[in-house]
């Protein structure tokens, strides 16, 4: 059964799959005036400037940063740590590039499905909204079929991806750095993090808008310090990237040498399944969010995709090729990546990779719990069932930890892609309704401005 998984993943995630998620980004970059290039100020200004944005005493939902930080938790994962070795062990440093090519046009697919999960969304309970694409994909498209199957792929990644995998990341991490035993260990972070999810969406929130800084923070210092230690050599590492990006002919030692087509292959490929541009999940927190217009808030996920592949991704990718271990092929994934901060941060690494790694996969099951309770709310409408799934979610947290999962590893990418087809139509049907949506905002965007400038000017 594992092998007749991972032949099916290979095709699904495999080339055309990129290619076909690549295509639909270029096309919306197009349709949108690449809006994740001439915005990207803006997007930085008012993301950032958002954190210290004071909610509202009647505001509905959660204020606009809450729902960056909610997807945010399910988008930043292990895969930040171990995806980044991962490309780059297999196509080499210029993998790293080919990411951030991913990234620039995964800016504008998940703009593209925040603007319709935040058009197509519908009031909840409690002063909540409730969106994502199953809402846009059976009210826009008229696919109630679509969106039905939408809603079952994920809530059912919400269990492997989002649950079960990260739990066992968690226990993983913690056996790596001490021979105490996990199970005690996991079942007081299952507790905590049932606590947090049975609160709902607002308690969800409140939690990533206060773990999210937090453990970005605590990751990229201790990236800063390595690359601060290796100042004069960073030049050399970004150069050694796109160099290796551009390289037809196979390089001298690694594995198998690295070649240009390798390197696109792998790095828009790591891209792709790290920021999550496409597969659908993150509009269903960025619909929960009090936001001013759908495309305002569209911008909010180009920050999104920017700090998961630009810059954390980045971080971990220059600590890998400032190490020189990726270079001969003895090491790879979660290995080189250990080995790369071993080399600066000695004995120390193993932990700080080990805490990096329970942060990263905590924040991902209180996301993709959200997004399970959605689905079952949309497929439902029971209360009950709501809870039930919260309670069978909480129970798969000590599951995970404690068996066996590369079954589920395999289930989970296959259910990852399966996500996408549905998500990926109902977005590229539905573009020409973002095509309007941005271009309003941009026009109400040069009115504000015009009348700013027009009081500056009487004053």
């Known amino acids: 059964m594992q092998a007749f998984l991972d032949s099916i993943n290979q ?3 495999g080339p055309i799959m990129v290619i076909g998620v690549i295509l639909v980004g270029i096309i919306l970059s197009f349709k949108t005036g690449f809006i994740q290039a001439t915005k990207l100020g803006y997007t930085l200004k008012h993301t950032l400037g958002s954190m210290f944005q004071k909610k509202k005493k009647d505001q509905r939902g959660i204020t606009p940063f809450q729902a960056v930080t909610t997807a945010l938790s399910g988008t930043i994962g292990t895969g930040n740590i171990v995806g ?14 080919w990411m951030w090519v991913s990234a620039f046009f995964g800016m504008a697919t998940k ?47 919400s269990f492997g991806i989002g649950n079960m995998v990260q739990s066992n990341a968690i226990a993983d991490s913690i056996s790596s750095v001490s021979n105490i035993n996990t199970k005690p260990i996991i079942i007081v972070i299952a507790i905590l993090i049932g606590f947090v999810i049975i609160g709902g969406i607002k308690r969800i929130a409140k939690t990533t808008e ?4 937090a453990m970005a923070l605590f990751y990229l210092v201790g990236c800063f310090i390595i690359i601060g230690m290796n100042i004069s050599s960073l030049g050399d590492a970004f150069l050694e990237i796109i160099k290796s990006a551009f390289q037809l002919k196979p390089a001298v030692g690694g594995v198998a040498g690295f070649t240009m087509a390798r390197a696109i292959r792998i790095g828009f ?6 920021n999550e541009a496409g597969l659908g999940s993150a509009p269903i927190a960025h619909a929960a969010a009090d936001a001013k217009s759908p495309a305002e808030q569209g911008l909010l996920g180009i920050f999104e995709v920017f700090f998961d592949t630009i810059i954390m991704c980045t971080l971990t990718g220059l600590v890998i090729v400032l190490s020189g271990l990726h270079l001969d092929g003895k090491l790879d994934g979660a290995a080189l990546t250990l080995g790369a901060f071993e080399k600066y941060l000695g004995n120390f690494a193993a932990i700080f990779i ?35 799934y919260k309670i069978a979610f ?9 068996t066996s999962i590369d079954f589920v590893w395999g289930l989970s990418d296959l259910l ?33 401005k015009l009348r700013k400038s027009h009081k500056e000017c009487v004053k």
């Not at 206060?210 to 800084?213: F, G, K, N, R």
């Open 11 to 13: 095709v699904l995630s």
């Open 84 to 97: 980044v070795a991962t490309a780059v062990s297999l196509g080499g440093a210029g993998a790293i590039f």
């Open 111 to 157: 703009y593209s499905e925040i603007v319709l999960a935040i058009k197509y969304r519908e009031k909840g309970e409690n002063q909540t909204y409730l969106g994502g694409p199953m809402y846009y994909l059976n009210q826009a498209m008229h696919s109630k079929l679509l969106g039905n199957i939408f809603a079952l792929l994920c809530l059912a990644s």
């Open 210 to 213: 206060a773990l999210i800084p």
């Open 269 to 274: 490929a790591r891209g792709v399944f790290t």
């Open 354 to 388: 080990a805490i990096s790694t329970v942060f990263f996969a905590v924040s991902s099951i209180i996301g993709w719990s959200y997004y399970g309770e959605t689905c079952v709310n949309y497929l439902f409408h029971s209360k009950k069932l709501v809870l039930l």
């Open 394 to 402: 909480i129970i798969a947290i000590y599951i995970g930890a404690v």
């Open 416 to 448: 990852n892609s399966l996500m996408m087809v549905p998500n990926l139509i109902g977005v590229l049907v539905l573009s020409n309704i973002v095509k309007k949506e941005t271009h309003v905002f941009k026009v109400n965007l040069s009115i504000i």
